[in-house]
């Protein structure tokens, strides 16, 4: 794909993330903490970063990461129909 193809796309592809109200970016950070204790079992880390507010929240479970990333998007939908609403008003 040529430079300028490549960018057509790049472009495209972030007006339709920006205009895609029921969707968010995230980003996943995930590790093993060393115990304190030798011998027990490392303990799983990670944190969830919505890049749209910059809510972090913090996980210890790795089977929760997307259970958390379910339950931001749904969570915004209700705000963002409400805002749309809004918008609609004010260009009466």
Do not use: C
């Not at 749209?52 to 939908?77: C, L, M, N, Y």
Request: charged share 35%; aromatic share 6%; net charge positive.
């Amino acid at each position: 794909m040529s430079a300028m193809k490549h960018s057509e796309t790049d472009s495209a592809i972030r007006r339709n993330l920006a205009s895609d109200r029921n969707s968010g970016s995230f980003l996943v950070r995930v590790w093993y903490e060393a115990r304190e204790a030798s011998g027990e079992e490392p303990s799983f880390r990670g944190y969830i970063r919505n890049l749209q507010t910059g809510e972090e929240r913090f996980v210890r479970d790795p089977k929760t990461v997307s259970e958390q990333i379910v339950r931001q998007v749904e969570g915004a939908a209700p705000a963002r129909r409400t805002e749309r609403a809004h918008e609609r008003r004010a260009t009466r």
